[in-house]
């Protein structure tokens, strides 16, 4: 895949060139908000991830941290194990008490490091070799707990689970409503706790292939930067709306067009979580297998005593009705 190509003016032409015989692939997977774009030819990829470290450790599985937390604590007890047996059995006179193994070297470099109590066994006050391994494993396993107990907490504590309680519409619309053509699709918001300064931005991406390259061109779909529209408060489920004006790249586009053309609408919710402060960012899109046309997305909202939200039609379209899809709407 060639370069992303951006625009700051829309070329009308651009669309209407031949469309690509084969579908690329979906961009994003919807499940996860996941990027399914694979990077090849990076032969410092590995020493990158190593550099840092920290990113690639709060990104790895549960299990991965797991082991190398484990690993992390039996390596410095084995290795201070022998230690301790190399101090005690080099010495004149014993450095330690009750400790004339290997086995119970180890027994107690996990006592040292643990700080489970030693027992039976202990230093003597005039072995400084083994009061200095003392002070160095000490530190150590205060080292190692803190810097697992940080990575743990931020893998905890990050919000890319909070996407899940994210939800977008399985489909979206392209209808004309007063005379104006507009692109819409549903986001809500599962949890009561909102979500601080939310605001959504829609993303067009192109895939050409020109002279056996490809292109993945890009374009901003306007949903309101200019008069604050894209901030969203998710008190209820919004529709979010893309008019398509002459200034957008969807303008010249009928419906046969964009079932011929292989495109992907990207859309990026961001902002931070409420219990956290974190930024947290949900992804969605949508190809021209999602868009449904001459329809429009089902009111979720009902009132008697109070405001009630059927999630239920969170997905469901109804159909536009030609007679009066020029009369206002509420």
């Known amino acids: 895949m060639g370069e992303t190509v951006r625009y700051s003016k829309y070329t009308p032409a651009l669309f209407m060139s031949e469309p690509t015989q084969q579908r690329t692939p979906k961009l994003l997977k919807r499940s996860s908000g996941r990027s399914q774009i694979t990077y090849t030819g990076l032969h410092t990829k ?38 301790w047996y190399a101090a005690n059995k080099n010495k004149n006179f014993t450095c330690l008490v009750e400790v004339d193994s290997y086995s119970a070297a180890f027994l107690f470099s996990v006592e040292v490091q643990a700080t489970i ?20 494993q000490s ?22 689970n909070r996407r899940k309680t994210l939800l977008f519409s399985e489909k979206a619309v392209l209808y004309e409503k007063n005379g104006e053509k507009v692109f819409e699709f549903r986001v809500g918001n599962l ?6 300064e939310c605001h ?48 957008s790249p969807l303008y010249n586009l009928s419906p046969r067009d964009m079932a011929e053309m292989d495109f992907e609408i990207v859309v990026v919710l ?21 868009i449904v046309f001459d329809q429009k997305l089902k009111s979720m909202l009902s009132r008697s005593h109070k405001w009630t939200v059927d999630f239920s039609h969170f997905n469901e379209t109804v159909p536009i009705s030609f007679n009066n899809h020029d009369l206002p709407q509420v």
């Open 270 to 290: 961001e902002g931070a979580v409420e219990a956290t402060g974190l930024t947290a960012q949900a992804l969605w899109s949508y190809t021209k297998d999602d």
């Open 139 to 160: 530190l150590l396993s205060i080292l190692i707990t803190s810097v697992f107990g940080g990575l743990v907490y931020a893998k905890v504590v990050r919000p890319r």
């Open 46 to 83: 590995n020493v990158g991830f190593l550099r840092d470290i920290y990113t690639t450790v709060i990104n790895a599985k549960w299990w991965v941290i797991l082991v190398v937390f484990t690993l992390a604590y039996l390596v410095s007890w084995f290795f201070f194990g022998g230690l």
């Open 191 to 196: 949890r009561h706790d909102g979500v601080v």
């Open 200 to 247: 959504v931005r829609l993303q067009l991406y192109l895939p050409r292939l020109v002279d056996d390259m490809y292109q993945l061109e890009q374009f901003d779909l306007d949903v309101g930067y200019s008069n604050g529209r894209d901030r969203l408060f998710l008190l209820t489920p919004v529709v979010i709306t893309h008019h398509i004006t002459p200034g």
């Open 117 to 136: 109590g030693f027992g039976n066994k202990y230093i003597k006050s005039n072995c400084i070799e083994g009061i200095l391994l003392l002070v160095l």
